[in-house]
């Protein structure tokens, strides 16, 4: 028998793929999805077997649900998951936490208060190749001091919402949401945020970004994406260096970790692995399925969704002022 009855709010693209990997989790059981759009409902449960297919997420409530995973999209993920916590229900929501720091504050408080264990997805934590530059970082054989990180985001026409920042919560809180969170994941938190950002083609909002981070640690990173590349490749790549060592990433296909002068390259690639694993999700599942039983704290927490909420937002500010923002003095108000 199932130790945990799940409900999946959302029945969208990652809906599906959250659905296919928690399937496969004997500690899990779907019994409920939830959509405004029925036939979307009925063909996820179905997939997801004995799941009944309703609207509401009061709905999933009253069938008894014990966690569910938000799926809708990024600009309805506030309240449905403020609910959940408020009925002490565990939620895992994907990216992004909120669109504002205002209510991403909200759910920060929630969580702090709920018996139900708050989650964010950030899969790209648990993806192979990042696991490995964490690693290397974390044994202390590799001292990093510059990045630079590139994500080309595509065309944002397929699907059509991923243009429409009333949907979206803006670019930045697309795809790239990710790589600033691997930013504080892997290097600590920012102290000091300059972006350079253009309107080039997107008739709604800013869709070119050139982001220079500086962290505590004394490292810098640069960041560069783009909303229109068109999905040329490499799409994601970064390149960590250290002192005569460097560790570069290749889609998340392949990681290589020159570690010295004279030394060989160690390559780990990953062509060959689904997409559900290198890409980190059946990881970032069975973790999060992890600490509800357990009862401990996930890996991404309500204060980690809520610190990088406020670093998008410092983004967003220096694109628009052209300055430098303290990113430590702009938490402290």
């Not at 950030?122 to 490995?132: I, L, P």
């Not at 990180?149 to 949401?177: C, D």
């Not at 990710?178 to 892997?186: C, K, M």
């Not at 889609?251 to 980190?280: C, I, N, T």
Request: negative net charge; glycine residues 8%; hydrophobic residues 40%.
């Amino acid at each position: 028998m199932a130790d945990i009855k799940v409900g999946i709010l959302g029945a969208g693209g990652i809906a599906k793929l959250h659905t296919s990997i928690l399937k496969r989790d004997p500690r899990v059981e779907i019994i409920g999805v939830a959509d405004i759009d029925e036939g979307r409902s009925a063909s996820l449960a179905n997939e997801a077997g004995n799941a009944k297919p309703v609207k509401t997420l009061e709905e999933l409530f009253e069938l008894g649900v014990e966690a569910v995973y938000v799926t809708l999209p990024n600009t309805l993920h506030v309240d449905s998951v403020l609910k959940c916590l408020e009925n002490n229900v565990n939620v895992f929501s994907e990216k992004p936490m909120a669109t504002s720091s205002i209510d991403a504050a909200k759910i920060k408080e929630a969580a702090s208060k709920s018996k139900g264990i708050y989650n964010l997805g950030m899969n790209q934590r648990y993806a192979y190749v990042f696991k490995k530059v964490k690693d290397v970082i974390a044994s202390g054989e590799f001292t990093p001091f510059l990045a630079n990180i590139k994500l080309n985001r595509g065309e944002l026409l397929n699907p059509s919402w991923t243009a429409n920042p009333q949907v979206t919560g803006g670019f930045l809180n697309e795809t790239p949401i990710h790589l600033l969170d691997l930013s504080r994941y892997l290097f600590g938190e920012a102290q000091t945020v300059k972006c350079e950002g253009r309107q080039n083609i997107s008739e709604t909002e800013m869709d070119t970004f050139a982001i220079m981070l500086t962290y505590e640690s004394g490292i810098i990173s640069n960041l560069v994406t783009y909303a229109h590349a068109g999905w040329s490749f490499p799409f994601e790549s970064m390149e960590v260096y250290g002192k005569y060592s460097t560790i570069t990433t290749h889609e998340f296909d392949r990681v290589m970790y020159s570690p010295g002068l004279h030394q060989p390259a160690q390559v780990s690639e990953f062509f060959q692995v689904g997409v559900d694993h290198k890409w980190g999700y059946v990881e970032e599942n069975r973790l999060y399925i992890d600490a509800i039983l357990n009862g401990t704290q996930p890996l991404v927490t309500a204060e980690d969704g809520y610190l990088t909420t406020r670093l998008v937002e410092a983004v967003y500010e220096s694109a628009k002022t052209r300055e430098v923002i303290d990113f430590r003095q702009t938490l402290s108000k």
